[in-house]
């Protein structure tokens, strides 16, 4: 669209230009060449989005194997490649709390072929005293919502806290005891236990680690002793008797884990730390191909048996159009720079 502006405003200047001239005009093949200057792009336009995609197209995870997102995009890759006609790679660039494999996206070619799953670190990240490669509002453009996801609080079953508050008492009692696990710093998972320490006025370490598996394995192993993570990562865990869960972090109970009172009804009335997974694209990519994209997503989420799976690992499938995303967005930059202000908080460097 960006580019059938440019080409009317040049048409409109050069006929200004012409118009004014004492003498008399060009032929007519001065208009014809503009006109089909404008209709070749129109032209060139439409067939990109009719022929997208004629090649692979690489779904980015910023994590490494194990995490959310990662469960998501492999879940949801060989539907997409189904309806889009054309392979769809899923690729784990983890780092730097999601930073470099989003970054990557962000550099792409802004043509469909590279997009990202992200959770909503993308939208804390700008708020923390660390500096963001890049500018989520002006070097992404949405594609959709694809799902959220509860988080849950919990520990090791060395630990003999049998609920919150008695884990708030435990850590109070023995300050510098007890530590965190978290795929990174400044990710979803940390700040929701660092709003957890701000609520309950207690200190539990934080041990950042290099994506969700490396840290579950160490929570597992009893190398650290809590951690929230989410619903998806933590659910086969709790159920096996390797984790116990205390609390979830939404104002909502979770289907997965019916049992389990949320942080607001065990302890703090009003705590919320959602998570959600969005697709984007490098910024300027054609509408058209976005559009292509969010509706192949679209269709991927209504696969009755892709949201059952889905919904048993603890997900809560959710489309939003691009529009919608983008409010989103918006919403969420703003309620995690509110959040991080009033908690003072700053990733350790």
Do not use: C
């Amino acid at each position: 669209m960006k580019k059938i502006i440019k080409v009317v405003s040049q048409f409109q200047t050069q006929f200004k230009r012409l118009r004014h001239l004492r003498r008399p005009l060009p032929s007519l093949a001065v208009w014809l060449i503009a006109l089909g200057l404008s209709v070749n792009t129109l032209q060139a336009l439409a067939q990109t989005a009719v022929q997208f995609p004629d090649k692979s197209i690489r779904f980015v995870v910023p994590f490494p194997p194990g995490g959310g997102n990662d469960i998501l995009a492999r879940a949801l890759a060989p539907l997409l490649s189904e309806s889009l006609g054309q392979s769809v790679v899923v690729e784990n660039k983890g780092g730097a709390g999601g930073n470099i494999g989003a970054e990557f996206v962000a550099r792409s070619a802004a043509d469909g072929y590279t997009m990202l799953i992200a959770a909503n670190q993308i939208t804390i990240n700008p708020w923390l005293d660390n500096k963001v490669p890049f500018d989520i509002e002006k070097d992404f453009v949405t594609v959709a919502q694809i799902a959220s996801v509860p988080m849950v609080l919990v520990v090791h079953p060395s630990v003999p806290a049998q609920n919150l508050k008695e884990f708030i008492a435990l850590v109070k009692a023995n300050p510098g005891k007890f530590n965190h696990a978290t795929p990174g710093a400044g990710t979803p998972q940390h700040i929701a236990f660092e709003l957890f320490n701000y609520s309950a006025a207690v200190q539990v370490t934080h041990v950042p680690y290099k994506g969700t598996g490396p840290a579950m394995a160490d929570l597992v192993g009893g190398q650290v002793q809590s951690a929230i993570g989410t619903m998806a990562s933590l659910d086969g865990l709790v159920k096996a008797g390797k984790l116990r869960a205390l609390a979830v972090t939404t104002l909502t109970r979770s289907a997965a884990m019916p049992n389990v009172p949320t942080i607001a009804e065990a302890a703090f009335p009003g705590f919320d730390a959602p998570l959600w997974y969005s697709i984007l694209a490098p910024a300027n990519t054609p509408s058209a191909v976005v559009e292509k994209l969010s509706s192949a997503f679209a269709r991927a989420l209504a696969d009755p048996a892709t949201r059952e799976r889905l919904t048993g690992q603890g997900f809560v499938p959710t489309y939003l159009n691009p529009q919608q995303m983008g409010e989103m967005l918006k919403r969420d930059l703003l309620f995690w720079q509110k959040t991080i202000k009033a908690m003072n908080f700053k990733v350790e460097k």
